[in-house]
């Protein structure tokens, strides 16, 4: 992995947790707004008009890892498309995993 990725992948890290961590539970727990591991690559790239597509063309070690599977805290799963979250919309856990397990596979 090149540097600009791995800068990549740590800047949102590092950012969804800030994020994750400034909310006031009680105001947006049940809100539309969740964790977004894209949004953030996407703002570290300074390219607001990029897409999810392109997210996982120059991403392709995260878009490959896509399941077509909404996971939910209690293990159960649906159907979503790409540009949908992949997990429960406030579950920070599986994006740090998932960003860990990139960086520790793809570390070279």
Sequence with gaps: ???????????????????HDSWDYLETFSGQEG???C????????DSYASIMDIFEVFPEFGDLF???????NGS?????????WWFSKW????????DCIMTLHDS
């Design 1 to 19: 992995m090149d540097d600009m990725k791995k800068s990549a992948y740590l800047w949102a890290r590092r950012s969804l947790i800030e994020e």
């Design 35 to 37: 964790l977004s591991i």
């Design 39 to 46: 949004s953030h690559l996407m703002e570290y790239m300074d």
């Design 67 to 73: 399941d077509g599977r909404k996971w939910m805290f």
């Design 77 to 85: 799963s649906y159907e979503v498309g790409r540009g949908e979250y």
């Design 92 to 99: 920070l856990a599986p994006r740090l995993r998932i960003i």
